[in-house]
């Protein structure tokens, strides 16, 4: 499987993106897909998963400012990211998987397909 990130940019603080990650390979569809994300000097960290099941998990310092979803049709993922703030400010990572079990999905190394990463830029 391959992962194709895009949409990041430099945005407001208050403002929105939307990420999107285009796959290849593989059936989309049986996937886990997941948002992580790096700022500098961070750990990576888990920001948002979806399951084949339309099942969808948050961090809670995005839970209700940002949404995940999947169109199956087009093979892509979306992260769309609302009331953004400067501490969101990263390297944004899509992920997937077919054999992330449901207690795996908020952890990085469940996952074995990797996009390239978007930055987003939040400023104040």
């Known amino acids: 499987v391959q992962l194709q990130a895009s949409g990041g940019g430099l945005v407001q603080a208050g403002g929105s993106l939307r990420l999107s990650c285009s796959a290849s390979g593989g059936t989309f569809s049986r996937q886990t897909i997941a948002w992580f994300r790096q700022a500098p000097g961070k750990e990576r960290e888990f920001v948002a998963a979806i399951r084949y099941n339309g099942y969808t998990y948050y961090a809670d310092s995005v839970k209700g400012r940002f949404t995940i979803s999947r169109d199956n049709a087009k093979n892509t993922m979306y992260l769309l990211m609302n009331n953004l703030r400067p501490e969101d400010t990263a390297v944004y990572y899509c992920?997937?998987?077919?054999?992330?079990?449901?207690?795996?999905?908020?952890?990085?190394?469940?996952?074995?397909?990797w996009g390239q990463g978007t930055l987003v830029t939040v400023s104040s």
């Open positions: 992920a997937a998987d077919s054999s992330v079990i449901l207690s795996n999905v908020r952890v990085s190394r469940a996952y074995g397909y």
